[in-house]
């Protein structure tokens, strides 16, 4: 089962206060897989790999915008939240899940599987999206022009007129995921301007609201939250319960706390790490490609490594 809770606006400091927190229940086994959906007020977050020069605005001018700045552990570079842009914190681990093969699910699959219900939810409206090769995210052919001008199209190729709807960006440690996605619903565009967004100069971003053409229609954060949480069952074969509250979730693990860590992580005790084990190196990554090469398969058991965005 797929857990979800909607939190309505919240201060980007206290989302990584709560995650690291929801990420040791989760590990601990007190609560099963949880999507967390909210809105921030606006921020600038500067991944593992991210570049300084990729924020084109001046520290008075961000401060000025009442701008706030955040460097985390997630992969990828910076990356802009504000309201009116839905974003997602799965707090998922991956020893629970198995891939269409039966195979545990690694985090490229993972990420490859939140594109998919994004590119999903985007359909729920009629707007075609896809995905670029070579480029995490949900890319859609910008105004309304057909799908097909993004197949088969890659990173390398020259851009052509695509434009990001939604970034993705996970941390993964002991098999548990973190950070997510950001959706752009009705997200002022304008803002994209203080950055290069996700390190990326040659192509634009859109949102939901401009690829309708009557953004009217639109239905608030919360009710688009309860569609993409519906998405994310579909795509994950997975049953979706909404919580009422973090104070119900919170009760919940403390029921939890003396059952078998095993009965909600979703693997079998064998699959637990052990506390002995020293910590793994990270390896970040400047992109998650479309199939993982064969020389670095064996990264896939790390315990610890980021999915840019």
């Known amino acids: 089962m797929i857990q979800y809770l909607y939190l309505g606006r919240v201060d980007y400091g206290e989302a990584l206060r709560l995650q690291e927190e929801l990420v040791a229940l989760r590990t601990a086994g007190r609560i099963g897989n949880l999507l967390l959906l909210l809105e921030h007020p606006p921020v600038l977050t500067l991944g593992r790999n991210a570049r300084r020069a990729n924020i084109l605005a001046s520290d008075e001018l ?35 899940l198995r891939n269409a093969k039966g195979a545990r699910l690694g985090p490229v699959d993972f990420v490859r599987l939140m594109e998919e219900a994004l590119i ?40 052509g007129r695509e434009a990001k709807i939604a970034a993705i960006g996970i941390h993964v440690a002991r098999g548990v995921t973190s950070h997510g996605f950001a959706f752009n619903v009705t997200t002022d565009l304008g803002d994209f301007a203080l950055i290069n967004p996700c390190g990326i100069t040659d192509r634009p971003v859109t949102s939901l609201a401009q690829e309708l053409p009557d953004a009217a229609a639109l239905p608030t954060l919360e009710a688009l939250a309860l569609r993409a949480a519906r998405q994310f069952g579909t795509v994950f074969g997975e049953p979706v319960e909404l919580l009422e509250s973090l104070a119900a979730l919170r009760a919940q693990a403390q029921t939890a706390s003396a059952a078998a860590p095993e009965s909600l992580a979703g693997g079998a005790p064998d699959q637990e790490p052990s506390a002995q084990e020293a910590p793994a190196p990270e390896f970040p990554a400047n992109d998650t490609p479309l199939r993982v090469p ?13 999915i840019p965005a």
């Open 120 to 159: 999903r939810l985007c359909g729920e409206f009629g707007v075609a999206a896809g995905r670029i090769g070579g480029l995490t995210g949900v890319w859609c052919a910008a105004h309304g022009r057909p799908l097909d001008e993004l197949c088969g199209r890659m990173a390398k190729d020259p851009p």
């Open 294 to 306: 064969a020389a670095i398969e064996h990264l896939r058991r790390s315990k610890d490594r980021p």
């Open 62 to 96: 961000l401060a000025a915008r009442g701008v706030t700045l955040h460097e985390i552990n997630r992969g990828g570079d910076v990356t802009y939240h504000g309201p009116g842009q839905l974003v997602g914190y799965p707090i998922f681990d991956l020893r629970s």
